[in-house]
């Protein structure tokens, strides 16, 4: 006989096909009562996220929880903050769901250092990758039609990073430079 800690995927799927919707439903309520972690999952997963803005509300809450929590300072566990993007696209599914709360994450991180002064070099390099993988989800032809929502943003975090340390500041203008001039060339070729 296998140990719980043996049994696998397999295991679960073949004891779950056996089971009448009643108890599989049964189950989802205890897993949905288990964590929030669980409920915010479930809820992407199994409810339209662009009918329901709730549902991007509370993994965006998350991120802002690591930068801005209700008392005291933000532990800046940046896992925890990347964890909550991943989960969120990958339950839902939704693009610009997860370039939203993307780009929310570099916003709080600019915004935490603006607040309270220079970070260290893992702040930025963290920071600048998330920035660097929205802005080359930015350019494929799913976040094209993004960008005029977001163009604002990426002006307005490029003003507040100027002089920032690490060469943060000067990286984010180069960046946002790089995502006008192929926007001007996209629209250019139409």
Known sequence: MKKDLDLGWFDLKKALQGTDKKELINIIRDLYRYSEENRRYLL?????TNAEPGILEAYREV???????????????????????????KASGNFAGTMEL????????????????????????EIYSAFEEFCT????????????????????????????????GDGIKLRVKEIENFFEDVQSDL
Do not use: H
Not at 44 to 48: E, M, N, P, V
Not at 66 to 87: H, M, N, Q, T, W
């Open 44 to 48: 992407a997963r199994s409810i339209d």
């Open 63 to 89: 991120i802002k929880n690591e930068f801005f929590p209700e008392k005291g300072i933000g532990e800046l566990r940046y896992s925890v903050a990347e964890k909550a993007i991943s989960d969120y696209s």
């Open 102 to 125: 993307m780009l929310f994450y570099v916003e709080n991180g600019v915004e935490f250092t603006s607040e309270y002064g220079d970070i260290d070099e893992e702040f930025y390099q």
């Open 137 to 168: 989800r930015l350019e494929t032809p799913e976040g094209k039609t993004l960008y005029a929502g977001f163009r604002e943003r990426l002006l307005k975090i490029r003003r507040k990073t100027k002089g920032m340390a690490w060469g943060f």
